[in-house]
Each structure stands twice: as structure tokens, then as C-alpha cells.
């Protein structure tokens, strides 16, 4: 059984197709899935998916696409959701300097807020991070995030900083870029890293693995990570399988 630990299965491209998207993840051995929201609307729905759904939970947050659109009172109704039986976490959270679509203190801002948030209300985190990793690992200890939980969601830097995570106690998920023919980093990341401390991932609708590349990705093509990752590491599909979804239900505290 596989546990994809990142979907937007609230995301318009599944509007026409959803049940059926979920059921196909289910015929092809995906037990669990997380879906984190972005903004507020979509952690509402990620909400409403995870009460409709018994394999599907919710994490809530605000990615730092949506950062300008945060204020106190949006971090209370946050909270709020918190109080949900299947919310597991906050996220996704954390900064993207890629294309600061919210200025770059504002996502600051309120990245430390969240972290604040999933302190009080003793949640983990699931991290977004495009390219500000140094700013990232800095909040991140200066928060002391670390004591509640650090997922670095689609992982994307180095196999160093990786392992500086690791050592920290954090988990490092992979998705689909893996399988791409150009995936030197990726691969070595999961070459460096203990499988105790790996996830997979689709974050679909994007990202969709190699051999349904350009098209939308969904959660059962969480397997091809898995295989991707067996073959890197030379051990079975099935010891990949049962160890990222002990690690998930370990991390997000699934029963």
C-alpha cells in the first residue's frame, strides 16, 4: 500500500473527474493521501475532501504564492480548521523566491507566523521551498520548527542540505521529477538519504512523472515514484512501499 504524502485533489482540473480520480488511486494500491491547501479556499475544501473521503486527510495553510493575502484575522480562521478531526498539519508553507508572486518580507512575514501556529496548536509542517534555501533553514531553526516536525515537500535541493535537514529530525519527500531522464540531483538525494526518512508524493495535478509526462498528474502515479526510488536504491518496490507509508502515518500521526 502506498500513501501519496502530497495531492491537490481540491484543484479545478479534477472538477469533472474527481471520484473517479480517487477511486483509480485506490485500484491501484494507494491507501492514503495528504492534501494540504494553498490559500484559504483550498484548505477549506482540502477540509471537505478529508471528511468525504476515509483515505484522504487535510493539512491547511497558505503558500507563499498567497502570502499578500494573509492578515490576523485569516491566521484565527486557520486556526480554526485546526480543530478538524483529519487536519494533520499546516502547510503547505515556507517562501518561494522563484517567482515572488508575494513580496519577499510578506512571505517572511507570515511564514513565521504559521510556524507559530502549528507550535501552538502542536501540528507539523509541510514545507515549500523554491530556491531560498539558506532563508528557509535559517526560519526554520530560528522558529525551532524542527520540534514539531519538518517535511520538506518536493524536494529540490542538494544531497548536503538533505542530509542537514535529516540530522535534524526532518523528512525529505520525493515526486515525480525523480523519474525524469535529467534528474542527477534528485537522484542523489535519495542515494543520500536513509529510507526512514523519505516520502513520496505526486503533487498532482503538476509534476507528473515520466511515462505520463505533460499530462496531469494524479495519485496513483505515486507508484512510479516508489519504483524510481527502489531502483536507486537497489531494494524491492514493496520494502519502498510499507517503509514511506510507516513514514507518513508515523509523521502525520495517522493511526
Avoid at 501519496?4 to 493521501?33: C, Q, Y
Avoid at 496548536?121 to 524542527?146: T, W
Avoid at 509526462?213 to 536507486?232: D, P, T
Wanted: hydrophobic share 40%; aromatic share 8%.
Amino acid at each position: 500500500m502506498l500513501f501519496d504524502s502530497h495531492a491537490h485533489l481540491d484543484a479545478r482540473r479534477f472538477d469533472n473527474d474527481r471520484d473517479k480520480v480517487i477511486k483509480r488511486a485506490k485500484e491501484n494500491g494507494i491507501s492514503l493521501i495528504m492534501n494540504p491547501g494553498a490559500d484559504f479556499e483550498s484548505s477549506v475544501k482540502s477540509v471537505e475532501l478529508a471528511e468525504k473521503y476515509d483515505m484522504i486527510y487535510a493539512a491547511v495553510g497558505i503558500h507563499p504564492h498567497d502570502a499578500k493575502t494573509m492578515d490576523d484575522m485569516m491566521l484565527q480562521l486557520l486556526k480554526g480548521l485546526t480543530r478538524k478531526p483529519k487536519v494533520m498539519a499546516i502547510g503547505e508553507i515556507g517562501l518561494d523566491f522563484h517567482y515572488d508572486h508575494s513580496p519577499r518580507d510578506v512571505q517572511i512575514k507570515w511564514f513565521r507566523e504559521q510556524i507559530r501556529l502549528a507550535k501552538e496548536v502542536n501540528l507539523p509542517i509541510i514545507i515549500h521551498d523554491r530556491e531560498a534555501n539558506n532563508e528557509v533553514m535559517h526560519i526554520l531553526k530560528e522558529e525551532e520548527a524542527f520540534d514539531t516536525g519538518v517535511l520538506m515537500h518536493c524536494y529540490s535541493g542538494s544531497a548536503e542540505l538533505a542530509r542537514q535537514y535529516v540530522n535534524r529530525g526532518a523528512y525529505i519527500s520525493i515526486a515525480g521529477p525523480v523519474t525524469f531522464k535529467n534528474a542527477r540531483k534528485a537522484v542523489e538525494v535519495v542515494k543520500a538519504i536513509p529510507l526512514d526518512r523519505l516520502m513520496i508524493e505526486t503533487d498532482s495535478p503538476y509534476l507528473t512523472p515520466h511515462p505520463y509526462r505533460g499530462k496531469r498528474n494524479e495519485s496513483s502515479y505515486v507508484r512510479y515514484v516508489a519504483e524510481k526510488i527502489a531502483e536507486i536504491k537497489e531494494i524491492t518496490f514493496e520494502e519502498v512501499a510499507q517503509k514511506t507509508t510507516e513514514n507518513a502515518k508515523k509523521y502525520f500521526r495517522i493511526k
